[in-house]
């Protein structure tokens, strides 16, 4: 056996993933070593309580409730506690002793990124977190490495794998939004308390992580624009297969213009009409995937689980080998290119296509009154279908109209959508749906 240096490892939890991530680090510990040229000797597992039943079948002397004093001497900590603090101060610490640092924890990324990786940068040491922002897919790695020589146009990214699920279903067997978060629930795909994903945070997070490395930027999460799955319904599912279309809960992160002076980018978190024709419209189930368009390379799409304890103890696995193998190498870490500061832009200034779906009096003059409205909005349809739904003893029934538009600016887009429901015409806005990915 190769005389490997022996690097001391400290694992900070032992939940879904970090008890995945002690057992292979255990198991495969020969393999590991050559491929890190180093011995990874795991020196303890800091938890809240050392006696809780684990996933994994670990020695009990390897975990402690104290995690201050297993970081101090550490090469590589690896946290995987999850939340904001203790976890935050936990890598600082470890940064500021000399460790490299491993995470998958995107609400700490997508909130105290920038204090974590200047933390980093002061002292010359990593955080690799490839885990933190689809599970198991590798695709922190490519935008930092392998597309840092091109430039990212757009990422559209099914990152979140419950609201995918909970779509899929609702999609593919008629299902309604409650009966299927309720079966998710009891499968362990959601959470007791499905807010996190459902209205779109863990998404928008992810969405900050990976728009600051795809634009050489930091974006704050509060200038990511969120909106959740919640007000989808079986009939909004269904026009969208009648118009050739499926619904996504989609993660955009835009480069807006290609000119240097005016250059943006916009981050965007909601449900959106993906063609079926589109690769997004075939991630089925809690998979995700990850859409890049980039301006040399084209379109790449990286796909897998996005979540589960050991898939996504493959990414911090690997992160691992890479942190121990800069550890002996030595030099200055992987970093983080923030330096093109591009504004972030409002929700308000961003175009895209929109369907809307509304009910409105079936009589003469409604569908031109309609059409006034959206063109003084600067609003310009490309497509329009209507189909009566109502009609009683000879009086005006109500009839749907399915208008998709032109790209169309938000705010044009809303203000318009204001306007026809205060139009006397107009019954109920049923949907306005923005179409993303044709
Ligand atoms: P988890 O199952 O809730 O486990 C958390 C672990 O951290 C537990 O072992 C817990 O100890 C320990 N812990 C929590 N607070 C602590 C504290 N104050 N001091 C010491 N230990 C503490 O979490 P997880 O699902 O493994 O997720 C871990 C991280 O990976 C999170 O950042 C998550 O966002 C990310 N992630 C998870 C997945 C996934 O599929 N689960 C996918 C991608 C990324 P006890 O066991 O003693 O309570």
Redesign the pocket.
């Known amino acids: 056996m190769t005389d490997y240096r022996t690097l001391r490892v400290a694992l ?7 008890s995945q991530v002690a057992a292979l680090l255990r198991r495969h510990a020969d393999e590991l070593a050559d491929r890190a040229e180093a011995r990874l000797e795991l020196a303890g597992i ?4 050392v006696d ?1 039943p684990r996933e994994a079948d670990l020695p009990r002397e390897l975990f402690t ?1 104290d ?1 201050e004093t297993l970081i101090v001497g550490s090469d590589i900590v690896i946290e ?4 904001i603090e ?1 976890a935050r101060t936990y890598i600082l610490q470890a940064l500021n002793s000399g460790a490299d640092v491993v995470t ?4 700490l990324l997508a909130t105290h990124g920038s204090e974590i990786f200047d933390a980093a940068d002061q002292v010359g040491a990593s955080v690799y977190y490839e ?2 922002a689809a ?1 198991a897919i590798p695709i922190i790695r490519p935008l930092r490495d392998s597309l840092a020589g091109d430039r990212v146009v757009r990422i559209m990214g099914i990152v979140n794998g419950t609201t995918n699920y909970i779509l899929d279903r609702m999609d593919t067997e008629g299902a309604e939004f409650a009966d299927v978060l309720a079966d998710a629930q009891a499968l362990g795909y959601a959470e007791a308390d499905p807010t996190a994903d459902v209205e779109g945070y863990d998404a928008a997070q992810k969405a900050a992580i990976l728009a600051s490395l795809a634009f050489h930027t930091s974006v704050p999460l509060d200038a990511v624009h969120r909106e959740g799955i919640t007000q989808v319904d079986k009939a909004m599912m269904d026009a969208a297969r009648h118009a050739g279309y499926v619904i996504k809960l989609l993660a955009v992160c835009e480069r807006l213009t290609t000119d240097a002076a005016t250059e943006a980018i916009s981050v965007r978190v909601y449900p959106a009409l993906v063609p079926r024709t589109h690769p997004l419209a075939s991630v089925h189930g809690a998979n995700n995937a990850v859409f890049v368009q980039a301006e040399a390379a084209g379109n790449l799409m990286f796909y897998g689980a996005g ?3 050991v898939q ?1 103890a493959s990414a911090v696995l690997g992160d691992v080998v890479s942190a121990a193998r800069r550890h002996i190498a030595g030099g200055v870490g992987v970093g983080e290119s923030t330096r093109a500061n591009l504004p972030v832009v409002p929700i308000g200034h961003v175009t895209t296509r929109y369907q809307i779906t509304l009910e409105v009096d079936d009589r003469p003059g409604v569908l031109a009154t309609v059409a006034g409205i959206l063109s003084d909005g600067r609003v310009s349809v490309a497509t329009l279908e209507q189909t009566v739904v109502a009609e009683a003893n000879g009086h005006p029934g109500v009839a749907r109209l399915v208008i998709g538009t032109h790209r169309a600016r938000e705010q044009d887009l809303s203000e318009t959508v204001e306007r026809l429901a205060a139009s006397g015409v107009v019954e109920r806005v049923v949907s306005v749906l923005r179409v993303e990915g044709d």
């Open positions: 900070l939890g032992a939940g879904a993933v970090g800091a938890v809240r309580d809780a409730t995690a995987l506690m999850g939340g203790p998958a924890n995107k609400a885990a933190a599970g979540a589960g304890g996504t």
